[in-house]
Each structure stands twice: as C-alpha cells, then as structure tokens.
C-alpha cells in the first residue's frame, strides 16, 4: 500500500510539473490580455468624462510667474469701482459682519490711478468674521496687456484686511493659466477711512504651463 501510494504520488506531482509551464503561459496571456482591456477601458468615452494624455494640451514644465500691481477699490466719486449690495444687519459691528460688495477695480502699474492699466480685479468681497475684519475675496484678476491679454487668473481666499500682509490662494485661471495655482500677498498702500477707498499692491505667484 505505501509503495502504490507513494507511485500515485509521484505520478501526480509529474502531471504537476509537466502542467506548470502550460498554466503560467496562461496566466501571462490572461494578465496581458486584463491589462490590455483595461488601458482601452481607461481611455474610452463614459457617459461624462474621458480620461486625456498631457501631450494632447501641449501641457509642458511648470513655469513661475510674478506679477506685482496695485488694486485700486473706489467708492467714492462720480464712478465708483466697487459697490456695497448687501448691508450689514448687525449694530454696532467691529468688522461689519455680513456686508457684501461688488467689485470691477482697476489694477495699475503705480499706485497712482492715472498709471498704467494692466487689468481689473472683478468679482466680491463680504465680511465673513464676526470678532474681526476678515473679508471673504472671491475675485478674477482679468489681465489687459501683451501676451497675457485676455488671460485671468481666480483668487478665493480670506482676507483680514488689517494685517500688513494677507495671503490669498490662486486656485485656477484660464487662457494662458489653464491649470493655474499659487498665491498672492496683499499689503494696503493707503486708506481713506472716510470714503473707503483703498490702494492695495498684490504680489502674485502663479505656477502655469
């Protein structure tokens, strides 16, 4: 009995090692046919999306760009560049909770309004903290001038006004900054506490293609 058994054994075993290799051969054609599929399934149209090399937007290194100008907000005088739409509710606020204004300033060169106009900061700010001045900036910066013309980068961040320097994130942008991000530093230049006036100098930072 041991030794048929050991013979049954051994035979087995033999059909084993002779089957190994047609079962691997299998096992690689299996693996390379489920990676094949699954590289078309990737690139194949859905219902919504489609999945896109770099190359086809000629998407190349990541370049840093700096911008510094200044943000002109004016609420003052016959053309205002920045007007309150929604008041605040609250007496007595220190930070003016829940005021919103919409904006369309100019951004120069200089300080000075009559500089150069290199864009206009359009979007809105709101008071959005009860115990301080911090502002919620939701705004395009929309570039007018050489190669940028046209070109927008979109700044959403908070803004607590009375610090020396706040910094902002850039979280996107379109036509040369498709795929925009970095940050931006603002620091008041002046500020006209009757009218409300400001003149503020950003430094912005934004990695593109």
């Known amino acids: 009995m041991n030794i048929a058994t050991g013979g049954h054994k051994l035979a087995s075993m033999a059909k084993v090692i002779v089957l190994l290799p047609i079962i691997a051969s299998h096992l690689a054609i299996f693996t390379l046919f489920s990676a094949f599929t699954t590289t078309i399934v990737a690139g194949a149209d859905s219902d919504f999306g489609t999945t896109k090399t770099q190359n086809l937007y000629r998407l190349k290194k990541e370049k840093l760009t700096h911008f510094r100008f200044y943000w002109h907000d004016i609420y003052s005088g016959p053309n205002p560049t920045v007007v309150p739409i929604v008041n605040s509710t609250i007496k007595n ?31 809105l700010y709101g008071a959005a903290s009860q115990e301080e001045v911090g502002l919620l900036m939701v705004m395009n910066f929309v570039f007018l001038e050489g190669k940028y013309n046209g070109s927008t980068i979109t700044i959403l961040g908070r803004n607590k006004a009375l610090e020396k320097v706040r910094e902002m994130p ?6 040369l900054f498709r795929f925009a991000r970095g940050y931006v530093e603002a620091s008041t230049h002046s500020y006209n506490q009757t009218s409300g006036d400001a003149v503020v100098e950003y430094n912005a930072y934004v990695l593109h293609y």
């Open 93 to 123: 606020s220190v930070s003016g909770f829940g005021f919103i204004s919409m904006m369309d300033d100019p951004l120069t060169l200089e300080p000075q309004q009559s500089s150069k106009l290199v864009g206009r900061a359009q979007g």
């Open 170 to 175: 850039v979280i996107s942008g379109t036509g």
